[in-house]
């Protein structure tokens, strides 16, 4: 008898996985954490339910939100990520040597622990490399009272339920704008626009009066079902989000990173809407 996996994020509609194995489970101090060996994405990690990554498609994902902002900003000396306890986004971010420091604000210790066990390729060192600080709490309090100024902040919040809701709301949008330095970026995943389509217009309804350039990206990540993902963009100036394709071509050349995704060309098509999103704004 095999077991499936049926995740829970919408009411009408769900997509399963075939369980091989479950590797871990438990309920944390925060959520529901299940990583499991799969028949289709490899080893896939769910919290509350929601798929959050998979080994076969992750790299998508993780690349699309560290180096489209990192590469249009392109001498992040500073990051600041929120959430992403897989380690996934960490790993992607420290391929940039022009990044002096991450600081990486994850709420529920027992991801970090339990990935770094059950999906090492995600982080791949990452939280021993020095550059790397971790700081375990809730971004939006971290936002509200941190000290420091950053040249990138991502983040890579759960869905907007339970312990990510608070990383949609207007507070925790103040809060970014208090922490980014002038000419920095904010870039956060936003959800599957087709399946989620108030995430898309509510974000910026919340980001525009905070910040002069808001824009949206998108990527398609198979694991996150109904079509193309969205992450939102903001910044005091649109500046980087204009850059010409031949500036990401020699930055992205002189970097040395070796993608499996992202590529400069993408990078400027992936601000290209679809229509009905581009109503919905
Ligand atoms: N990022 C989670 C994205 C969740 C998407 N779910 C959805 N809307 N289908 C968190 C983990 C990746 N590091």
Known sequence: MSEWFDETLHDAYHQGFKIREVLFESKTEHQHLIIFESGSFGRVMALDGIIQTTERDEFIYHEMLAHTPLFAHGNAKNVLIIGGGDGGLLREVLKHPEVESVVQVEIDQAVIDMCVEYLPNHSAGAYDNPRAEIVIGDGIDFV??????????????????GPGEVLFTSPFYQGIQRCLKSGGIFAAQNGVAFMQPDEVSTTHKRLSPLFADTAFYTAAVPSYVGGIMTFAWASDSSAARELDLATLTSRFMNSGIQTRYYNPALHMGAFALPQYLVDSL
Do not use: E, G, M, W
């Open 144 to 161: 509200k009272q941190c000290s420091r100024q950053f040249d990138v902040i991502l983040s890579d919040s759960t869905d907007p339920i």
